[in-house]
C-alpha cells in the first residue's frame, strides 16, 4: 500500500484539539527565545499556539494544502510565517533560530537515511547552542505491540457540512517499521458512507544509533524524556522526546 496523507480539513478536526504537549513546546520557547522554527507545521496545532503565547514563529511544510489551510487559521495571527518547502532542503538562513521544534510524532515518518540531511540542515539554521527538540513514539512500546491491529472505531468528528466522520485506527508493525492505518467513514443523511483512507510509517531505530546520528550531525542530545511533563524517558514511556543542543 502507497502512503497516503490525510486531508488537511480531517486532520485538524482529528488531531486539533490535542492539548498536551503546547505547555512543554511553550517553556522551551520561553527558554530559547525566538524566531522559533516549528517544522511540519500542518494546520497550525502547534505553530499558532506558540504565536498566541506571543512567539514569533516560521512555520514549515511541505504540502501545499495543508498550508493552504493554515493560512485561512492564520489571518488573526500575522507573526506565524508560513514556508513551503522540503525538511530536507531548508530554504532558511543559517545560524537564524535559536530553537527548531519538530512535534506530532512526525521525526520518525522520515525514513533513517534521510534523517542525516534533516538534523544536518537544522544544526545549520540554528544559533551556536540554539535547541532542537522533538517528540516521537518510544520504540520500546512499539516493539511489544501485537504485529497487526484490525482499524477499531477510536471517535467522531463533524466536518464543514455538519456531517459525522468516523473514524477508525490500525495498525501493522514488521521489523522496526510500524504502519498505522486510519479510515475516516463520512456518514452521509441518505445512509451512504463515504471512506477515506490515510497512512503512516514510523521508521523507529534503536535509542543508541539515533543519538549517534545526531551526534554526528552537530546536535549534543541533552535530554531526553518519556511524556510532557519532563519525566525523564524509561522504556515504558509512552514517547520519545529529545531536546539536543546544537554544537
Known amino acids: ?16 484539539a490535542f492539548e498536551e504537549d503546547l505547555p ?11 524566531p522559533v522554527l516549528a517544522l511540519g507545521c500542518g494546520t ?12 514569533e ?15 485561512r487559521r492564520n489571518v488573526a495571527v500575522p507573526c506565524v510565517r508560513l514556508v513551503q518547502a ?50 516521537a513514539p518510544n520504540p520500546h512500546v512499539i516493539a511489544t505491540l501485537p504485529s497487526r491491529v484490525d482499524p ?9 457540512n455538519g456531517l459525522p466522520v468516523q473514524v477508525s485506527a490500525g495498525w501493522g508493525r514488521s521489523g ?20 477515506t483512507t490515510v497512512s503512516q510509517t514510523h521508521h523507529l531505530a534503536p535509542l543508541r544509533a ?10 549534543h542530545v541533552e535530554a531526553q524524556y518519556g511524556d510532557f511533563d519532563a519525566t525523564p524517558w524509561h522504556p515504558d514511556a509512552p514517547y520519545w522526546i529529545v531536546v539536543a543542543a546544537r554544537i
Open 1 to 16: 500500500m502507497p502512503e497516503t496523507f490525510v486531508p488537511p480539513a480531517f486532520y485538524h478536526a482529528h488531531h486539533g
Open 24 to 34: 512543554f513546546w511553550h517553556d522551551l520557547a520561553r527558554r530559547a527565545g525566538e
Open 44 to 55: 497550525g496545532r502547534v505553530a499558532l499556539s506558540l504565536a498566541r503565547q506571543g512567539f
Open 57 to 71: 514563529v516560521v512555520g514549515v511544510d511541505y504540502d501545499e494544502a495543508m498550508l493552504r489551510f493554515l493560512q
Open 86 to 135: 522540503d525538511f530536507l532542503a531548508l530554504p532558511l538562513a543559517s545560524g537564524a533560530f535559536p530553537l527548531a521544534i519538530l512535534p506530532c510524532n512526525t521525526y520518525t515518518t522520515v525514513q533513517g537515511w534521510k534523517r542525516d540531511a534533516l538534523l544536518r540542515g537544522v544544526a545549520r539554521v540554528l544559533f551556536p547552542g540554539g535547541v532542537f527538540a522533538f517528540s
Open 152 to 160: 477499531e472505531e477510536e471517535g467522531v468528528f463533524y466536518d464543514a
Open 176 to 195: 522496526m517499521q510500524w504502519r498505522v492505518v486510519w479510515h475516516y467513514d463520512r456518514l452521509h443523511p441518505d445512509g451512504r458512507v463515504e471512506r
Open 210 to 219: 539515533e543519538i549517534e546520528r545526531m551526534e554526528a550531525a552537530g546536535l
